[in-house]
């Protein structure tokens, strides 16, 4: 398909059907409102599959483009581009621009690993967390409040899935180890599968039918056997990719944004599977609610729940409804994510020095540039 061809089917298709062939990738009414200005100025929307080197693939109603990222790669890390946007794109032109892209709903944020720590946006517009913890392992709970943690505060729901089930063949086991998951993550959904035997599978179908997800957990907890047991044996790859570039064919691997077979859209960025933490207090908060309901009661608005009287979280602790581990947890979360924001603010901090710096010598070049057009 030559580019001009897909201008002209791109201005005579109205909004209506590129909201057709967009809805399986998540573009509903709400975005097509928001995306009205940019179709004002001729602009098309397209989902973002993948960001590298300057440029990225997006999915239209014309088919996946690629285009360059040139607009939307400011220097704040977090405002790049990536899977997952909504971009409002050049229908033509050579190269094509990505000129803009919609305000997330919500967003994956991780920790870089280096010593200057800066937040790495992952992905862009997910409903729905799903947390993958092995049954082949114990249940390492600490470790499941972890990526609550970050599914929360990206704004996603957070869902758990505790995978390979036919390890476990007694149904009460089972249904304890359910239990315990679902005791550590309150107002989330906990549900067990195996991939091998496909039992429950078909309810985490329903589950992801309804949005965008990732798939996150520790390596080796059965992501990847999940992911393939979604999209099933016909769809691999990026099964939607047409060449509309008139430059060849566009093949690639990736599969980084697919649309299942059942409905909905996975997004399985390599990046994204083994997260860390970036400025998740919001998130930490919302895994312990219970413990912050109950501080709501402490005497002292900065009770450290140590030793202070009238403290609701240790009579909570004593009473027995709060385990000793929850609030152990709680806290250890809470430390890692201070140590996060302050090597953050460290780095922000050294950013500034340097930009004062920077503009205290140009402030002494003008002054004497100044003082020799007075001379
Ligand atoms: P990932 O690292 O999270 O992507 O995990 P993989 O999908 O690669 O799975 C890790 C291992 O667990 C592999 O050896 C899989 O064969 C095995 N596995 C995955 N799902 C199941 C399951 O439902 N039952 C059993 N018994 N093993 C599974
Ligand atoms: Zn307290």
Redesign the pocket.
Same mark, same amino acid.
């Given at each position: 398909m030559s580019s001009s061809s897909f201008a002209s089917s791109s201005s005579s298709s109205s909004s209506s059907s590129s909201s057709n062939s967009l809805a399986a990738y998540g573009w509903d009414a709400d975005w097509e409102a928001e995306f009205a200005p940019y179709a004002a100025q001729g602009l098309v929307p397209g989902r973002v599959v993948r960001v590298d080197r300057g440029q990225c693939d997006v999915i239209t109603a014309a088919g996946t483009i690629r285009a360059d990222t040139e607009y939307v790669t400011p220097r704040d890390p977090l405002k790049v581009l990536c899977t997952g946007d909504w971009a409002a794109v050049d229908p033509d032109g050579d190269p094509r621009f990505v000129r803009d892209y919609l305000t997330r709903r919500t967003s994956f944020v991780r920790s870089t690993s280096s010593k200057r720590s800066e937040g790495q946006i992952l992905a862009a517009n997910v409903d729905h967390a799903i947390i993958?913890v092995?049954l082949?392992a114990e249940l390492d709970l600490g470790r499941v409040e972890r990526f609550l943690a970050l599914g929360w505060e990206s704004g996603a729901q957070p869902v758990v899935v505790l995978? &390979? =089930?036919? !390890?476990v063949p007694d149904p009460v086991t089972l249904g304890h180890l359910v239990q315990d998951v679902e005791t550590t993550a309150p107002g989330v959904p906990v549900l067990a599968?195996?991939?091998?035997?496909g039992d429950g599978v078909e309810v985490l179908a329903a589950v992801v039918g309804g949005g965008t997800s990732v798939?996150l957990?520790?390596?080796?907890?059965? &992501? =990847?056997? !999940?992911?393939?047991a979604l999209i099933g044996d016909d769809v691999m790859g990026v099964q939607a990719i047409r060449d509309v570039d008139g430059k060849g064919r566009h093949t690639t691997t990736t599969r980084n944004l697919l649309v299942l077979p059942g409905g909905g859209v996975l997004i399985d960025t390599p990046g994204l599977?083994g997260v860390g933490l970036w400025d998740a207090e919001t998130g930490v908060g919302q895994v312990f609610a219970e413990i912050e309901e109950l501080a709501a009661d402490c005497r002292f608005h900065d009770c450290a729940h140590e030793s202070e009287p009238g403290c609701a979280v240790r009579a909570a602790l004593e009473d027995g409804t709060l385990p000793e581990r929850r609030l152990e947890s709680y806290r250890k979360l809470l430390r890692e994510n201070q140590r996060i924001v302050a090597k953050t603010d460290a780095r922000l901090r050294a950013e500034l020095r340097r930009e004062w710096r920077l503009k205290g010598a140009e402030g002494k070049a003008a002054m004497e540039a100044k003082r020799g057009r007075w001379r």
């Open positions: 993958a092995s082949a995978t &390979k =089930s036919d !390890l599968l195996s991939a091998e035997t798939l957990g520790q390596s080796g907890a059965g &992501k =990847s056997t !999940l992911a393939n599977r």
